[in-house]
């Protein structure tokens, strides 16, 4: 054995160039697999903590009616299903011993209306939360770029950064907070290019969609304009508002108004009662028709100005339930623990993980890392013809050489390993060495901490910090990958190899 | 001819046919041959007679078509590739007319070549082996050059004192002067007379060379695949 490599190195030395070009598409297939595997585990990684610790959970309910799983970022419009039974779930997930904690919330789309004629409603997508129970269960997650965060029981909503820009250019109105004045360095490019003439508001009209149109529009005081943590890309659309308002936008009647859900046919009844009532019908009826005069608020919104403290918030309607797991509990077994309650216990909801919950965020890294073991295998091909091109024609040309060993008594097997030894030593050389350099700068970019404030970039990163990783699963599958390369590439020359005989050490013309 | 001396190789009806087309080439036809133990013979002939073939079967790295080949007491028609290397490896040495050495190896390692093949003897005798064997040779020198470092005269002495490292019984070599000048030739004939006296190993060669043929204590001539003088 001592024997067969010590040939094999020598001959690999012997000849640079070959050895050379195989090599260098071996240490560059496994550099790429190493960093590649590397950086989209870490952004995997950082989207789970930062979608698990910054807006989902790790488990989110839903109701069962809820035709798909993904909740979070759904643009088809999509409305999602109330949850009317709170109170039930709530006891049996107190119940649970994997759960940590959890946060029922309020989730749909709203129309952003104005009081210019020419603009198209917007569109704005709501949160409804307990804010100090928002804050509880994802701390840190946002702060206030301009304004302040609710108050203790206090109404209104905060609009983040994103959707303020959004906001902007459908309406041409600039939300500001209540009592705030401008901030020009927080204006988006196109506000910025149309200060002069830029009409600042420090109130928002929503009109809640709601399947069978039983939604108000209502005024919102803009307490704040926030940032989330990090990936305001995805973040950035939800508006936070406190579960009351959100409900009467949406017509699931507030708790605090009448603290039971509506029957459907009372509920419909009761839309007729609201003042806007042409709001419902046509785009244009869809503005609010006074621009000085602020819009008639709803009269729930009135009546809840100032929710009494003894009324049960929580028999309301709500969207989803975010749960966090205790640590340790696998997101399936969670799951499926917790689905099996809720069925024996007819409450009508279903548990997601984040990932399905986050539709295409959550399966992009799978298409991300699929599409780059792709790539990274193409390569691997092409080096697989080269090298059996390359080592085929050393065969050949080493007849002589390799015929005379055989004749003066090597086995056929002394001249195969020798030959598999050539590749697996170039391959374990420079594939390792690939490996190596790719392991050394994926551990040695955490260290450089890099940030990023740029959205997309952020979504690359997985978070604020671009922090690849390096999986023990991703190691094993670049190193198979590796040796099934240099076993695939070296059947075919061993082969041939192998086929040279004794006689093929005389030259004859 | 005297009947003293065991037969290395007994050969009886050997023919040797090479399809060439739509016609054969009968290469050898019919040939009966014994050489004895620590013979130092030659096979001479005109071009095309049948010595490298009659050489290469003897070796086992070629079959015969019909007959009975036995080297050193093998029956070598009826042996499998495995069996038939192990042979080649532990009785047989070969000398090529192309040297044949193994470039990346030095002096030597391509001498130590056949015995660590063997994986008999330890590394210490090995070496010690082989550097007798280079000393032997003339190349006590040289041990550490690669092949593409010597002359051709020396190149053929490496080649011999590996076909001799296993000390085999048998030591083929297939006009292994046809490549050096007459000088350096006759001191390779010098060389494996000397070894032939000293290891008592058998030595068939073959020549076109009227000069080598002087070494030779024995002749065989072939003339178209057939035996005319022994
Ligand atoms: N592989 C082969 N295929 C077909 N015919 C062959 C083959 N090898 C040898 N022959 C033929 O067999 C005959 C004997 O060839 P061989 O090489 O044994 O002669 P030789 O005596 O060694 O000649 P030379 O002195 O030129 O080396 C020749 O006619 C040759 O053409
Ligand atoms: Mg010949």
Redesign the pocket.
Same mark, same amino acid.
């Given at each position: 054995m001592q024997l067969i490599f010590k040939i094999a190195w020598r001959n690999i030395l012997r000849h640079k160039g070959k050895s050379l070009i195989i090599g260098l598409i071996l240490f560059l297939g496994s550099l790429l697999m190493t960093v590649g595997n590397g950086v989209i585990s870490g952004m995997d990684h950082g989207l789970e903590q930062n979608v698990v610790n910054g807006f989902l959970g790790d488990v989110v309910i839903i109701s069962e009616k809820q035709k798909t799983d993904n909740i979070l970022l759904d643009f088809t419009g999509t409305l999602i299903e109330p949850i009317t039974n709170y109170p039930q779930i709530k006891k049996l997930l107190q119940a649970e011993r994997f759960v940590s904690r959890f946060l029922p919330a309020g989730k749909n789309m709203s129309l952003a209306l104005s009081d210019d004629y020419n603009a198209t409603p917007g569109f704005a997508y709501l949160l409804g939360v307990d804010f100090a129970e928002y804050q509880a269960m994802f701390p840190d997650s946002l702060k206030a770029l301009e304004g302040r965060l609710f108050k203790p029981g206090e109404r209104g909503i905060l609009v983040p950064k994103k959707a303020r820009d959004e906001f902007y250019n459908f309406t041409n109105r600039w939300l500001i907070p209540e009592g705030c004045s401008l901030v020009e360095a927080n204006l988006s490019k196109d506000a910025k290019e149309n200060l002069k003439t830029i009409i600042k508001a420090d109130n928002i009209v929503l009109l809640g969609m709601n399947e069978n149109n039983s939604s108000t529009d209502l005024r919102f005081g803009i307490k704040g304009v926030i940032a989330y943590r990090t990936l305001n890309t995805i973040f950035g659309h939800f508006s936070i508002t406190d579960i009351e308002s959100y409900r009467e936008c949406l017509g699931y009647f507030s708790s605090s108004a009448h603290a039971i859900q509506v029957a459907k046919e009372d509920q419909k009844l009761l839309d007729l009662d609201t003042t806007n009532l042409d709001s419902l019908f046509g785009t244009e009826s869809l503005m609010v028709s006074n621009p000085q005069a602020k819009p008639t608020p709803a009269p729930a919104a009135i009546a809840a100005a100032k929710a009494p403290a003894d009324v049960d918030i929580e028999a309301g309607v709500y969207n989803m339930i975010f749960v966090k797991l205790k640590k340790g509990t696998s997101y399936n077994y969670a799951v499926s623990q917790l689905n099996k309650i809720f069925t024996a216990n007819q409450a009508k909801v279903r548990a997601v993980t984040w990932k399905k919950a986050s539709g295409f965020i959550g399966s992009m890294t799978t298409i991300i890392k699929g599409s780059l073991l792709a790539f990274v295998s193409l390569l691997f091909l092409v080096a697989i013809i080269i090298i059996v091109n390359t080592l085929t024609m050393a065969a050949l040309e080493r007849t002589p050489e390799l015929g005379m060993m055989r004749a003066i008594g090597a086995q056929k097997q002394f001249v195969r390993l020798m030959f598999l030894s050539e590749t697996a030593i170039l391959s374990l050389v420079f594939g390792g060495a690939g490996f190596l350099l790719g392991a050394i700068i994926v551990n040695l970019i955490p260290m450089l901490n890099i940030t990023s404030a740029n959205d997309m970039v952020q979504l690359l990163y997985g978070g604020d910090i671009f922090h690849p990783l390096l999986k023990w699963t991703d190691i094993v599958v670049t190193l198979l990958e590796l040796s099934l390369v240099t076993l695939i590439a070296a059947i075919y020359p061993i082969r041939v190899a192998g086929g040279i005989k004794p006689?093929d050490a005389i030259a004859?013309d | 001819m005297k009947k003293t001396a065991k037969n290395i190789i007994e050969i009886s009806g050997l023919t040797?046919d090479?399809? %060439?087309g739509n016609t054969t080439?009968? +290469?050898?036809r019919g040939i009966d041959l014994n050489v004895q133990e620590g013979a130092f013979t030659s096979?001479i002939?005109? $071009?095309? $007679?049948?010595?490298?073939? %009659?050489?290469?079967i003897i070796g086992c790295i070629d079959t015969a078509t019909r007959g009975s080949v036995k080297v050193a007491g093998h029956e070598i028609t009826g042996l499998n590739d495995k069996q038939i290397t192990d042979l080649r490896l532990h009785t047989i040495g070969f000398i090529f007319?192309t040297f044949n050495l193994i470039p990346v190896l030095d002096v030597l390692e391509n001498i130590e070549f056949p015995l660590l093949l063997m994986k008999k003897h330890s590394g210490a005798e090995i070496r010690q082996r082989a550097e007798k064997l280079a000393d032997l040779v003339g190349l006590g020198e040289h041990v550490k050059h690669r092949p593409a470092e010597l002359s051709g005269g020396q190149r053929q002495r490496v080649a011999i004192a590996r076909a001799l490292v296993t000390s085999p019984s048998l030591v083929l070599a297939?006009?292994p002067t +046809?490549n050096l000048d007459s000088v350096t030739g006759g001191q390779i004939l010098e060389v494996m007379r000397q070894m032939n006296r000293l290891e008592k190993t058998t030595f068939i060669f $073959?020549t076109?060379d009227a000069n080598v043929l002087k070494y030779a204590i024995g002749v065989t001539k %072939?003339k178209d695949?057939v035996i005319t003088a022994n």
């Open positions: 006689l004859r | 040797k090479y399809p %060439l080439v009968n +290469a050898l096979i002939g005109p $071009s095309g $007679s049948g010595k490298t073939t %009659l050489l290469n007319q297939d006009e +046809a $073959s076109h %072939l695949g």
